[in-house]
Structure formats: structure tokens, C-alpha cells
């Protein structure tokens, strides 16, 4: 009964807007090719090794790589931040899962969770992952835990309760 529930719940709440989401897609920019990032200081694209992006420019890039589906090269650029931070953790499982290797991402998830247990972009993209599992139930309890955080009418909240509605991830 509670599971029927928490699913009705999931899916009548309105969708929340996402464009003031931290998740929106990023701005469109120039196309670098694989190995190499743009740089918004020099307008040129640098090589993911020789570059001099600040450590939030980098996560942008990342975001960034991964939207286009430039999964290896978005985890060349995680190389370079600090390991044991949640975003880095959090990136690292969405790369992971997007290259078919769903065990290894949720680790990352798992562990991005135990530094920052409020990360709810963390329990976005494991509860996007349990969804394209089938496991409905522990997406539930991923939606739950978002909401518990802090993070109902964010992207996350709603990507997840719009995935488990229809039974198909949304990433972006």
C-alpha cells in the first residue's frame, strides 16, 4: 500500500521548472574536439592536460563534455579534481553509468552519498539508475531522500519523479 502510494505521490505532484535548476543544459559554445576543452578566458580550445581552468570551470566542463556524451574525455578532466570530493564522486557515477558500467557508478553514487548525504544530484542520477533497472522501489526511496534534503521543485526531484513515472531515466 505504501509503495502504491509514494507512486501516485511521484507522479501527480506538478513538475517543477527547470530552468532554474542547477542541471539545465549548458549554454551552447564552440565544439572542441576529443582531448581538448574550451576555454572561456582565451575563446580558444586547450588541451584537457595543458589548460589553466579553475576547479568550477572544470566541473562546468564536465558538465558540459558529458551533455554532448563525452564521457572519456569529461573523466580526463574528473582525474584532475580532488577525488574524494561529492561532485567529483557524483560525475564520476553519471559517466560510469552513461558508458553501460552501472556497478561502478553506483559506487561512485554510493560514496558521493556517504561524504554529503544532502547531494541531491547524487541521489538523482542513482535513482535514474535504479529506473533504468526496474527498480522502481529504490528510485522511490531516492525521490524520498531528495525531498528530505532540501531538493523538492529542483531538477533532480523532478527529472527522478518524471522518470519513474514513465519508466525511462531523463538525464538532462
Avoid at 509514494?6 to 542547477?22: D, G, H, K, Y
Avoid at 542541471?23 to 576555454?39: L, V
Avoid at 557508478?105 to 561524504?115: G, I, P, Q, S, T
Wanted: hydrophobic residues 40%; negative net charge.
Amino acid at each position: 500500500m505504501r509503495f502504491l502510494l509514494a507512486t501516485v505521490l511521484a507522479i501527480s505532484l506538478p513538475v517543477a521548472v527547470f530552468a532554474n535548476s542547477e542541471e539545465q543544459a549548458p549554454p551552447k559554445k564552440p565544439q572542441c574536439e576529443s582531448g581538448f576543452i574550451y576555454d572561456k578566458k582565451t575563446k580558444t580550445c586547450v588541451s584537457t592536460n595543458g589548460h589553466t581552468l579553475d576547479t568550477d570551470a572544470l566541473y562546468q566542463e564536465v558538465r558540459a563534455l558529458s551533455y554532448d556524451g563525452r564521457y572519456a574525455d569529461a573523466q580526463v578532466l574528473l582525474a584532475q579534481l580532488p577525488a574524494d570530493d561529492d561532485r567529483t564522486l557524483t560525475y564520476m557515477g553519471f559517466t560510469n553509468r552513461k558508458m553501460g558500467q552501472a556497478e561502478a557508478a553506483m559506487e561512485y553514487y554510493v560514496r558521493a552519498l556517504d561524504k554529503n548525504p544532502g547531494n541531491v544530484l547524487a541521489r538523482a542520477y542513482m535513482g535514474q539508475g535504479f529506473v533504468a533497472d526496474g527498480n522502481i522501489s529504490a528510485a522511490l526511496e531516492q525521490l524520498r531522500e531528495i525531498r528530505v534534503h532540501g531538493g523538492t521543485g529542483s531538477w533532480a526531484e523532478a527529472s527522478l519523479r518524471t522518470a519513474i513515472a514513465t519508466g525511462r531515466p531523463i538525464d538532462w
